[in-house]
């Protein structure tokens, strides 16, 4: 039987693609990793439909992100691991080296392959708050949604794509909170240092990565050096908390003290963010209930009957399937128009 191939979003039901938006691709969403979606009944449900919709069980999910090509997805790549050094290193915690290339990964027993790859200073996160470190492990995704939006390409399935290229990311995060704090809201602060710094160096992020396309691997000082080809200086950042020592090593050092000052633009951009999270949902709630419908009307072309009401019904039913899809559209440019201004701020 003929394979049909699709994408991340259209085998995943809109609740798990919320949380991993929001949570990112951690523990949770692992067996995933092994396109083992049994663990999700709405996700099986959501399969079945689609199944019927094409006409095959026979169903394969590309490789993710599926809408770059080969030469695209290096220069997405690059700007990953380029976002994990510069807010790394405005942020105290020293690289050792960033580098492109496709490798073999191993992630809580899953084997994947790697486009890049990211190392730094274990010892340089004794004086480190567990916020900062998150904010470094956030920044490698949340900088290719900063390039995503740059080239025109700023769409849910887009993004949840790119999120499951930040899959050891989110096991970074989960390790260094470890029940320890409030994972939701160390995230959140996380996340708000991380895009300040990120719309802040920008152009030294870029000129990493144009760096590491170009020889492969970055080591430190070549990191600090591309830093500063940006047009000023990678001085070291001033700290945003009072960093405290470690009674262990390589255990990252309580999240306390300190705080960001919030800008009206980052204000406005946390409050799209949060919209546009919950138009994820929508979109996926929406995508969710036309499958729903179409699987009800090739139910009722099984009747066998000229019953007037039965064809009424399925005229009805097409009526629906049709608004949704327009409503769909409509909360489809929604998204894409506050998508843009976010970029503009």
């Not at 090509?69 to 105290?92: C, I, K, M, P, S």
């Not at 070549?222 to 908390?241: D, F």
Request: with cysteine; aromatic share 6%; proline share 3%.
């Amino acid at each position: 039987m003929e394979a049909a191939w699709v994408r991340l979003h259209e085998v995943i039901c809109p609740n798990c693609q919320s949380d991993i938006m929001r949570e990112g691709w951690g523990t949770r969403f692992l067996p995933l990793l092994r396109r083992d979606f049994s663990g999700c009944e709405r996700c099986v449900d959501y399969i079945k439909a689609l199944t019927r919709e094409l006409g095959t069980p026979n169903l394969k999910v590309k490789a993710a992100p599926s809408f770059l090509d080969d030469n695209e997805q290096r220069e997405f790549t690059a700007v990953h691991e380029a976002g994990h050094a510069v807010v790394g290193e405005r942020l105290g915690i020293r690289m050792e080296f960033i580098k492109v290339g496709t490798e073999d990964q191993d992630i809580e027993g899953t084997s994947f392959q790697s486009n890049g790859r990211v190392r730094w200073e274990v010892d340089a996160l004794q004086t480190v708050t567990v916020r900062d470190f998150v904010a470094m492990s956030l920044a490698g995704v949340q900088a290719e949604y900063r390039l995503l939006a740059e080239r025109g390409l700023d769409t849910h399935p887009n993004r949840l794509e790119l999120a499951f290229g930040g899959a050891g990311d989110a096991l970074e995060i989960e390790k260094s909170v470890d029940g320890r704090w409030p994972l939701a809201e160390v995230r959140r602060d996380a996340r708000r240092l991380t895009e300040g710094v990120i719309t802040e160096h920008w152009g030294q992020i870029t000129a990493v990565a144009r760096a590491v396309l170009a020889k492969g691997q970055l080591n430190r000082d070549q990191i600090r050096e591309a830093m500063n080809t940006a047009g000023h200086p990678s001085r070291p950042p001033e700290p945003v908390v009072q960093p405290s020592k470690s009674s262990k090593p390589n255990r990252i050092a309580s999240i306390s003290g300190g705080s960001v000052m919030s800008t009206i633009a980052e204000q406005a951009r946390n409050a799209l963010n949060i919209a546009n999270e919950k138009a994820t949902f929508v979109q996926g709630a929406l995508q969710q209930a036309g499958l729903d419908i179409a699987d009800i009307i090739a139910q009722l072309s099984l009747v066998t009957t000229d019953a007037e009401s039965v064809q009424q019904a399925a005229g009805i039913y097409q009526q629906a399937k049709s608004s949704l899809e327009q409503l769909q559209g409509l909360v489809n440019s929604a998204v894409d128009t506050t998508q843009q201004y976010a970029t503009q701020l």
